[in-house]
């Protein structure tokens, strides 16, 4: 079941919200992320802050290189979360990852 078009307008309200300048491809593929069927029941914003961190997670760190190389998640997460914000930063988002957030953001 594809999104309604309500949900993908506060959707797309929301990312533009978080992280104003976040590349085009980027943006559209946390878009897609958000509108995604597991995370369909969450209100917009949320749904959009899980797809952007795990997108930033796992397109512009080294998180994916780190489990493949042994690493277990939380460490892995704890390595990366300075460049998650770093890129948040760039991208002038209105929140930045919290270290004890690390857990809750998993998609």
Known sequence: MKASTGRQRAVGKALTSL???????????IRTLANDRKLREL????AVWLAIV???RHEHTEYDRLLD????RDAARFFVLDDINEVLTTWRATRLLEADEQDAVDV
């Open 43 to 46: 209100p917009p914003s949320v």
């Open 19 to 29: 992280v104003p300048f976040a590349p085009y491809a980027d943006a559209e593929k």
């Open 69 to 72: 190389e042994g690493y277990d």
């Open 54 to 56: 795990a997108h930033v």
